[in-house]
């Protein structure tokens, strides 16, 4: 019996890509002792773009979460996901970087994730260096597509180029649930000749319906290690679900390294989270042939429907992602992937908007066309757009420019001064000063960590509600009477 590894991607991929980020840390703790007692190979738990949203949607702090969490799961490595760019859609300077680093290490994060949007092999070996002078240990994603440019051999070659790197793994990633059953036969066997001694994980999603399948035509070729999420937070546009692929390897002879039972819980927890709040509960999804078209990321497809809305042109969601399938073309086939697949997304639109293609240009694309999110991209697209593009007024304006590089004490001095933290500096840079000030200012939830509502909270609720004068509320034998009184002078 073949041993089979799991990393968990509940708490990061996992609540991204259905719930869209807004799993509180409250919500998070009861579990994570749980989690840890499971034998996962490592717990997926953030990524920058956590940041932004915890602090001013959430009033949550992302250091805080790691520190807990960490105590809580002491067996589990908590891995963290990197991009070329800290700040995803912006360029972010080394030494930001460098200290936001250096910060999850001192929180409590041991791993981390390293993707780069283009697979440029010099990004990764940038990042595979400051990863490890911080002390992280690297899983060097290979990012998968589908185009004219993402062939056998164009993999092949990468492969070959991250084993040479020494990250400590390499992750055939398939953000876009873009891989079949037939590509993963042709393309695993060449990631996994390639990686030589390297251990290669796999990771796909489910948009297509098809990441299950997938995950078990990369094990049956000798892929030993995946990465799953527990439901409700599972299927959908999210990863696959750790019991279907436990489940279904034991079938085929292989044994899964975890506890399942001690896993059954977890998933209960969320399931209550998820009814208790409203959100949604991941479930396998129908093929859909147009994905391999437009290729748009679920989460992204639900951003461009509230942007047509907003100028009432939702009726015309179909048009805009064809627009995409053009647009990409253009752009040389980029991988669709933050941050292209937001440069194209939003390009798309933006000509389906105005009625002409390519009348208004976002400022990224410009960049991206004078090269300055790589030469490689500018040179691969159509160089009749390109020459349209750098004739623009504002490209000109841009030519010259090229990202500051601020020390991290210059950077210091633009968030507050000397006396700021580096953990609130981080916060700062991401959130914003009023923004971090109102997180800490911020109440903290009453509401149970369980996932349900403790009776002394309840009660403490209904306490608070003025306009009733009575309540009763009765269950079986228990009877809950409350009523308010008036006390008169005398």
Known sequence: MKPLHFVDTTLRDGHMSLWAGAMRTDMMLPVAAQIDRVGFQAMEIISTSFFKKMVRELRDDPWERLRRVAALAPRTPLRAILGRYVAAFEFTPKSVTDLWLERLVANGVRQVRISDCSNTVSVWERLVGDSRRMGLKSILNLIFSVSPVHTDDYYAKLARAAAKLGADRICLKDPGGLLTPDRTRTLAPIVLREAGKVPVELHTHCNTGLGPLCVLEAIKLGVQIVNTGTPPLANGSGNPSVFNVAENAKALGFTPTIDLEALRPVSAHFAQIAKREGLPIGTPLEYTESHYTHQVPGGMISNLRHQL?????????????????????????????????????????????????????????????????????????????????????RAKELAGWRPPEPSIDAVRQNFGGPGVSDDDLMLRYFAGIEEVAAMRAAPRSGRAVDGRLPLLTLINELANKTRFSQIKIEKGELVLHMARYVQTGG
């Open 309 to 393: 809305a907003q100028v009432k042109m939702q009726d015309r969601l179909a048009e805009v992602l064809e627009e995409t399938a053009r647009v990409r073309e253009d752009f040389g086939y980029p991988i669709m992937v933050t941050p292209y697949s937001q440069f194209v997304g939003v390009q798309a639109a933006m000509n389906v908007i105005l009625g002409e293609r390519y009348k208004q240009i976002s400022d990224q694309v410009i960049q991206y066309a004078l090269g300055l999110w790589g030469e490689a991209e500018s040179a691969a697209m159509n160089p009749n757009l390109r020459d349209r593009i750098l004739s623009c007024a």
